[in-house]
């Protein structure tokens, strides 16, 4: 007498239809989800689809000094070993972006080779070595500000060494920069332990903060023979050769063994903190025009403030808040200026 588990039973039959049922409604589920994402994006404007990328941009530019912070709580990890981790994930994504922009252009000369070179120790290699160590001894926070002062930087070497009008919004602009600087300064001294810590990390930062006005400030021209992607890719490999020459002096390659959240941060980094937000930024520059990306991207120094609040617990005052609020101006009348 068949029992009723056989799989010709009323009831296993019965099953077996509810289970396609059920199968067929969580599959029809899915693609419903799926199509109602993208109508909801192809619905959005032109506007708002580049504020949502612009938006994004800023989050994930923000993030870099968060995943460099939790890194270094993961294990004792140097600079320049979680630097060189970030570059070997991130030279992949660029060469597989930039493949075709490799191809096409015109023939490198000299000159363009000594730009480049010059262009990937200051921007990719010594702007990111100085931040990454100056990360080491104050809050991601505090980081973030002073290195968002770079454009006061490219306006100030204009002024010293081309010749460029220096007007009454450019003072104000510095006056409420560097003030705003000097506010959170003091607050993160008022609750650090050890003061010359501070000091020195607030040092190596503001000289990364340099390092990369110099890039900015000079890659225009280079940019424009060359093609924004295929100059981006070149720099990359420039910059990733010198942080690895530079890592196998001061260590061995057997110290690139680090534990498994290590080399996920540097994945992080390199995927959310370098290709992505490049990636979106240039489509928001494309929906939206430059200055209205520039001024969402305002947001970098807030959203990293909040996220080291929320992940890494470090201390958020009110006079933080106002300092931030001071350099954002700033950096306001520096853009329209």
Known sequence: MPSSSDTDSPYSSGNNHLKDAKQSAEESAEKSAGESVRWRWSALSSQHKGMVLAVLSALGFSMKAIFVKLAYLEAPVDAITLLSIRMFFALPMFLIIGFTALRSGPALTQ??????????????????????????????????????????????MGVVFLGQRFNR???????????????????????????SDIWLGA?????????????????????????????SVLAMMVSICAVQVHYLIVHPVANLVQPLPVYLYGLAMALFSTV?????????????????TVLIGMLGPVMTILAGWWLLSEQVSAIQLVGTALVLAGIYQVKHS
């Open 169 to 195: 919004k450019i003072l104000w602009a510095l006056l409420l920069s560097y003030a705003g600087i000097a506010l959170v300064f003091f607050s993160d001294l008022r609750f650090s332990e050890q003061s």
């Open 111 to 156: 000159k363009d080779w000594g730009w480049l070179i010059f262009l990937g120790l200051t921007g990719y290699y010594g702007a990111s070595i100085l931040d990454f160590m100056g990360l080491e001894y104050i809050s991601s926070g505090l980081e973030r500000v002073i290195l968002f002062i770079y454009p006061t930087l490219v306006v100030l």
């Open 276 to 292: 992505l937000p490049v990636l979106f930024q240039s489509s928001a520059i494309r929906y939206i025009g430059a200055a209205r």
């Open 203 to 231: 040092g190596l930062v503001f000289a990364s903060a340099v390092s990369y006005a110099c890039y900015s400030g000079l890659s225009e021209s280079t940019i424009k023979r060359l093609g924004a992607m295929r100059f």
